[in-house]
C-alpha cells in the first residue's frame, strides 16, 4: 500500500511527519498503529437525505442513459476521476505554476481564484484530540493563501446540489485542527470554491469556521456512538 509523507512545520518551529495511506487514513511520527481516520469518513451524520439523493441519482442516470443499470456507479467514478485531476491541476499551478489549458473546469478555477496568492496545497494535517473531540482524526487541506485563508475544492455537475453543512464541517474541522496541532499556518477564514467540471464557472461561499466546528464535533460524536467507541471528551 502506497504510503505519502510530509514534514508539516508547527508554529514552535519544529516539524511533525504526517502520513496518508491508499485508505486515506493518517498517522504522526510513523506510528502505524495510531492510525487516525479521516475528516470527510467522519461526516457521514450529516448527509441527512444521502439515500434519497443517492437513489433519485441511479434513477436519473439510468434514465439517461437508456436504462443502463450500472450508469449510477460509472458517471460516479468519473466524477471522482476528474475530481482528482483538478485537484492536480489546481496543486501544480500553486506548487509550480504549472497551467492546464486543456482542463474547462481548471481555467474556470483559474479565472476566478488564480489571483489571489496561495503559500500551500494539499497539506496533510492532524488533531490531537482535544478541544471537543475524544480522539484523533487526518485530513488534507485543499489550500491556504497567502492572507491565511483555507480553501476546499469541490466539483461539481452543473445544477447539482451542495451538500453544504458536510461542506461547512469539514472546513471547520481543518481550521480548528491547524489551531490545535499548533501549526505555523495561521487561520483567518475559509471558504469553498464550487467548481463546475463543465467550465461554467465557480460559487464561492464563506464558511463560519466555528459554525462547521460545532457542525463536526456533533458528526464526529455520532460517529463515533455508531461505530461503538463512545462519544464522550
Known sequence: MTIETQEHLLADGTTVAISRNGLH?????????????????MLGPLDLDAFGAGM?????SARETGGDLNAA?????????EGTRLHDDIQAYIEQGVVNEDSVAFVAWLQALGGHGF????????????????????????AI????????WKSKAPGSRYRS?????????????????????????????????????VD??????????ELFKASFHVYQL???KGGGE
Open 204 to 213: 464561492i461561499q464563506e464558511v463560519d469556521l466555528e459554525e462547521g466546528w
Open 25 to 41: 487514513q493518517y498517522f504522526i511520527n510513523q506510528e502505524s498503529y495510531r492510525k487516525m481516520n479521516s475528516v470527510t469518513s
Open 56 to 60: 433519485g441519482y441511479a434513477i436519473k
Open 119 to 142: 503559500k500551500a496545497s494539499e497539506r496533510f494535517l492532524y488533531h490531537p484530540g482535544a478541544n471537543g473531540v475524544g480522539r484523533l482524526f487526518g485530513g488534507t487541506l485543499d
Open 145 to 152: 493563501s497567502n492572507n491565511n485563508e483555507i480553501w476546499d
Open 226 to 228: 455508531v461505530k461503538g
Open 73 to 81: 456507479r460509472r458517471l460516479g467514478n468519473e466524477a471522482r476521476e
Open 165 to 201: 453543512k458536510k461542506d461547512i464541517a469539514q472546513v471547520g474541522a481543518y481550521g480548528n485542527a491547524l489551531r490545535a496541532m499548533g501549526s505555523a499556518y495561521e487561520v483567518s477564514k475559509g471558504y469553498i470554491a464550487y467548481i463546475y467540471r463543465d467550465g461554467s464557472g
